[in-house]
């Protein structure tokens, strides 16, 4: 399989330009996906924040099952601060706040004992396509950051004021190399490296080995799929669907987007690929 590579120029510039602006942050929150948690953490941006208090946030948390709330429960239990939310849910607004406001309780203690009315500030961060800019709207109430369903929607800093915050909603940023390549397939499924650079026909057979082992269920469901090779399944997905070609011959192309569209869109289910075990490499 085709060894999955990033890291872009305008990537390594991003980073320069968090670490210029956390200078003025109170505090960091980053932003995970709830469905690969480990996958989706970029350890470079845990370095750079240095002594900063740090909210992970697990996003997308409609989409991911039980696990994502089993890794909430570890990080808490290792000191880290965690809540899950889903941030096209206005309801989750209020956890996010609350969750916010107790990070930075003691510096907003502070500063009002020094007759400070300055907003505290945080920098959100995280790798391409976790919801980042979701997540300012929603505490902002309306659309004030740029969002999009695929990496790299956002390609330059803004600022955006919520109330008593001051959010920065920066570019994604992914960690220079990934050494773990099945983290690296993960971050693929979810449309966090950009589909361009990625082999899809082996993207998807390696979804549908990674499904069948965890989720088999799923695929029983949406596709009728029994069991079988990956590409066996993925002949049965274009059956089913109708993606058949001249000759009788599958249109494996239309089906691998069509599979992948549907993971990432939460027509599988809900899902967790990402195990406890994960984090020990992670360093989280």
């Known amino acids: 399989m085709k060894v999955i590579q990033w890291y872009p120029g305008h990537m390594a510039k991003a980073v320069r330009m968090m670490e210029e602006n956390l200078k003025v942050?109170?505090?960091?929150?980053?932003?995970?996906?709830?469905?690969?948690?480990?996958?989706?953490?970029?350890?470079?941006?845990?370095?750079?924040?240095?002594?900063?208090?740090?909210?992970?946030?697990?996003?997308?948390?409609?989409?991911?099952?039980?696990?994502?709330?089993?890794?909430?429960?570890?990080?808490?239990?290792?000191?880290?601060?965690?809540?899950?939310?889903?941030?096209?849910?206005?309801?989750?607004?209020?956890?996010?706040?609350?969750?916010?406001?107790?990070?930075?309780?003691?510096?907003?203690?502070?500063?009002?004992?020094?007759?400070?009315?300055?907003?505290?500030r945080f920098l959100v961060a995280g790798i391409p396509n976790t919801g980042k800019s979701t997540v300012i709207n929603l505490l902002s109430g309306g659309r004030k950051a740029q969002t999009g369903d695929k990496a790299g929607v956002t390609r330059a800093k803004q600022w955006v004021k919520c109330g008593g915050f001051e959010l920065l909603d920066t570019p994604g940023t992914m960690p220079p190399s990934c050494e773990n390549q099945i983290l690296a397939r993960r971050l693929a499924y979810l449309g966090c490296v950009n589909d361009d650079i990625l082999e899809f026909d082996e993207i998807a057979l390696a979804l549908l080995e990674e499904l069948w082992e965890k989720y088999p269920a799923a695929l029983t469901e949406r596709y009728g799929i029994a069991g079988g090779t990956p590409l066996e399944m993925l002949d049965k997905i274009c059956l089913r669907r109708g993606f058949v070609l001249r000759g009788n011959e599958f249109d494996y192309e239309r089906g691998e987007r069509a599979l992948i569209d549907d993971f990432r869109k939460g027509k599988l289910g809900k899902v967790c690929l990402d195990s406890p075990e994960d984090l020990k490499e992670a360093g989280v």
């Open 25 to 120: 942050c109170d505090a960091i929150v980053f932003v995970l996906d709830a469905r690969a948690p480990v996958a989706t953490f970029n350890p470079v941006l845990l370095k750079m924040a240095g002594g900063k208090p740090v909210l992970y946030l697990l996003n997308k948390g409609d989409l991911a099952d039980g696990g994502a709330d089993g890794f909430c429960a570890l990080l808490r239990e290792r000191g880290k601060n965690a809540v899950k939310i889903a941030a096209n849910s206005a309801s989750s607004a209020r956890v996010l706040r609350g969750a916010m406001d107790s990070l930075v309780k003691e510096k907003a203690e502070r500063l009002k004992e020094k007759g400070s009315a300055r907003p505290l």
